[in-house]
T-cell receptor, first 113, second 114 residues
Framework: AQSVTQLGSHVSVSEGALVLLRCNYS??????LFWYVQYPNQGLQLLLK??????LVKGINGFEAEFKKSETSFHLTKPSAHMSDAAEYFC???????????FGKGTSLLVTP | AAGVIQSPRHLIKEKRETATLKCYPI?????VYWYQQGPGQDPQFLIS???????DKGSIPDRFSAQQFSDYHSELNMSSLELGDSALYFC?????????????FGPGTRLTVL
């Protein structure tokens, strides 16, 4: 089975600082990897995804992630945090059958002034 | 752009009652997924449909059933509700069933079982 592990359930950064949210995957076959963001009392919004091709993936709101097969990682980064980035972030991988998403436990990002 | 519509947005039920949640996918999306997110938890996959047929099944209790209709909307039927069923239920739609297809999530239905 495919799964993802998000390191750090809570991450706090200062406004303007680098955002780094960690995600490692486990898969016996090439995975499809996703990052979703969830604002309070809202649905999940796709930030970016990796399927094949270029390993550095750019998403919305200035986020990007790099697929590193050697490290089985797909960490999410943003050069400069904004107060509006405060939210819950989920890394996800698709399964072998049916392509339902397997989510990590989520990382809550806090941005302080 | 049109998004996934879920109704109702909030639902309060008593134990042992039934509930029906509805999902209207983005136009021309033929695949629907249902997820359950407990308080402070990550979303858990319940069930999915492609072209009106069940395509995959996750951790859906036997008390729950779902179907996709000819207009591609989907309904999740929940019976004999338990306190532990209190959660946010998301529907997601995608333009296909491939792993590369993005799943677009609705705003969710918050179910509270008293």
């Amino acid at each position: 089975a495919q799964s993802v592990t998000q390191l750090g359930s809570h991450v706090s950064v200062s406004e303007g600082a680098l955002v780094l949210l960690r995600c490692n995957y486990s898969s016996s076959v090439p995975p499809y990897l996703f990052w979703y963001v969830q604002y309070p009392n809202q649905g999940l919004q796709l930030l970016l995804k990796y399927t094949t091709g270029a390993t550095l993936v750019k998403g919305i709101n200035g986020f990007e992630a790099e697929f590193k097969k050697s490290e089985t990682s797909f960490h999410l980064t943003k050069p400069s945090a904004h107060m509006s980035d405060a939210a819950e972030y989920f890394c996800a991988v698709t399964t072998l059958s049916g392509y339902a998403l397997n989510f990590g436990k989520g990382t809550s990002l806090l941005v302080t002034p | 752009a049109a998004g996934v519509i879920q109704s109702p947005r909030h639902l309060i039920k008593e134990k042992r009652e039934t509930a029906t949640l509805k999902c209207y996918p983005i136009p021309r999306h033929d695949t629907v997924y249902w997820y359950q997110q407990g308080p402070g938890q990550d979303p858990q996959f319940l069930i999915s449909f492609y072209e009106k047929m069940q395509s995959d099944k996750g951790s859906i209790p036997d008390r729950f059933s779902a179907q996709q209709f000819s207009d591609y909307h989907s309904e999740l039927n929940m019976s004999s509700l338990e306190l532990g069923d209190s959660a946010l239920y998301f529907c997601a739609s995608s333009p296909g069933v491939a792993g590369t297809d993005t799943q677009y999530f609705g705003p969710g239905t918050r179910l509270t079982v008293l």
